[in-house]
Antibody, heavy 117, light 108 residues
Framework: QVQLQESGPGLVKPSETLSLTCSVS????????WSWIRQPPGKGLEWIGY???????NYNPSLKSRVTISVDTSKNQFSLKLTSATAADTALYYC???????????WGQGTLVTVSS | QSALTQPASVFGSPGQSITISCTGT?????????VSWYQQYPGKAPKVIIY???KRPSGLSNRFSGSRSGNTASLTISALQTEDEADYYC????????FGTGTKVTVL
């Protein structure tokens, strides 16, 4: 069965770039959209954006100016970069398989990223 | 784009039915019924329980049902069980995804 695993630094300094990678195992990254979703501690969910294996992307309008999501099909991975990080970006970051508008059926376990000096 | 509005908390007794509302604007929901619902236990990733408005993933209990009327989507949990105590989030797609504010369900 398909499994997702997030990886990346757990601590990022303010104004620096937050970078995470999601590794897809048990299946091919092709033919599906792949999303990043975050959840600040004790708060609700926020969709960040998705990427298709062709490299086509769609981002949350509120984050669009700072977000880049890319895909590496040779490694079966996709990645998130969020520039100019602030304390407000402190959150549990999830990667998930996107059913093209119909939500997400497979999620990673999440990785906590704290933005602090 | 603001979050969809859900009640912060809903309470119910075992065996009862509860309904969680999810209200937005016409631009939040669009023409298609691309509303999904997620159940989240503390410390766990969300799990889809309803997609495309009213469809249940394979193997999911039929105690969970979804519907929509105008700019309000609803999740109904029938025959409430203690294991249903969790946070629930709605989500709509109309060119981009927007989540609801989340509802904590407590089984008394």
């Amino acid at each position: 069965q398909v499994q997702l695993q997030e990886s990346g630094p757990g601590l990022v300094k303010p104004s620096e770039t937050l970078s995470l990678t999601c590794s897809v195992s048990g299946g091919s990254i092709n033919s599906y959209y792949w999303s990043w979703i975050r959840q600040p501690p004790g708060k609700g969910l926020e969709w960040i954006g998705y990427v298709f294996p062709t490299g086509s992307t769609n981002y949350n309008p509120s984050l669009k100016s700072r977000v880049t999501i890319s895909v590496d099909t040779s490694k079966n991975q996709f990645s998130l970069k969020l520039t100019s990080a602030t304390a407000a970006d402190t959150a549990l970051y999830y990667c998930a398989r996107d059913l093209s508008g119909s939500g997400w059926d497979i999620w990673g376990q999440g990785t906590l990223v704290t933005v602090s000096s | 784009q603001s979050a969809l509005t859900q009640p912060a908390s809903v309470f119910g007794s075992p065996g009862q039915s509860i309904t969680i509302s999810c209200t937005g604007t016409s631009s939040d929901f669009g023409s298609f019924n691309l509303v999904s619902w997620y159940q989240q236990y503390p410390g766990k990733a969300p799990k889809v329980i309803i997609y495309e408005g009213s469809k249940r993933p394979s193997g999911l209990s039929n105690r969970f049902s979804g519907s929509r009327s105008g700019n309000t989507a609803s999740l109904t949990i029938s025959a409430l069980q203690t294991e249903d105590e969790a946070d629930y989030y709605c989500c709509s797609y109309a060119g981009s995804y927007v989540f609801g504010t989340g509802t904590k369900v407590t089984v008394l």
